[in-house]
């Protein structure tokens, strides 16, 4: 973080946005907090879509490695930039 901090990039820390206990379907409910590697945490991603003050937002997960700066990619002139997850059966160009 502070790495990211002293090259000028905004870092912001988000919880969960949802308490599974207050999730109303009982198989969500029941299953996620051990669901995939993060449980409800997963969720965290969520928050990206509040960004509505900035031009370009980058959510990154906890397992990504940044092998060169991130400039080419907010210079990028698109709504949205992803890539997939194969293992949950995620897009294919």
């Not at 946005?17 to 051990?34: G, L």
């Not at 990504?64 to 890539?83: N, P, Y």
């Amino acid at each position: 973080v502070d790495r990211l901090e002293r090259l000028g990039y905004r870092v912001m820390a988000r919880g969960a946005p949802v308490d599974p206990e207050r999730i109303p379907n009982d198989f969500m409910r029941e299953h996620m907090p051990r669901d995939g590697c993060c449980g409800e945490k997963e969720l965290i991603k969520l928050h990206a879509w509040n960004l509505t003050d900035y031009h370009r937002a980058v959510l990154l997960d906890l397992d990504t490695l940044l092998l060169r700066s991130l400039d080419e990619l907010i210079a990028m002139d698109k709504e949205l930039v992803f890539t997939p997850d194969p293992q949950a059966g995620g897009a294919q160009e």
